[in-house]
């Protein structure tokens, strides 16, 4: 009976084409191309969502959180002059 051994390189190779998989092919089949991906219509969602238009007061938003109980979404707004001050130099 004979024993198949495997080349010294193939562990090397295997490990390799692991962490190919891993950190480049995986992110473009599912995140790029979209693989397992069902895109839902609007119209699947309980939302009922309104543009605001016009306020100035919303020129320049930065952070946004969304609570799910009440459905409300929160925004960090300002205009565009003050907000060159949220951050000190």
Known sequence: MA???????FPIVLLG??????????????????LGRHPQPIS???YKCRRIENDPAIQAC??????????????????PLSRKYWMPK
């Not at 024993?3 to 390189?9: A, E, G, H, L, Y």
């Not at 930065?62 to 205009?79: I, K, P, T, Y």
């Open 3 to 9: 024993i198949f051994k495997f080349p010294t390189t």
């Open 17 to 34: 084409l692991a962490a190919l998989y891993q950190y480049l092919i995986r992110d473009l089949v599912f995140n790029t191309v979209g």
């Open 44 to 46: 699947d969602f309980p």
């Open 62 to 79: 930065e952070d946004m959180w969304l609570d799910e109980s009440s459905r409300q979404l929160f925004l960090a707004c300002s205009d």
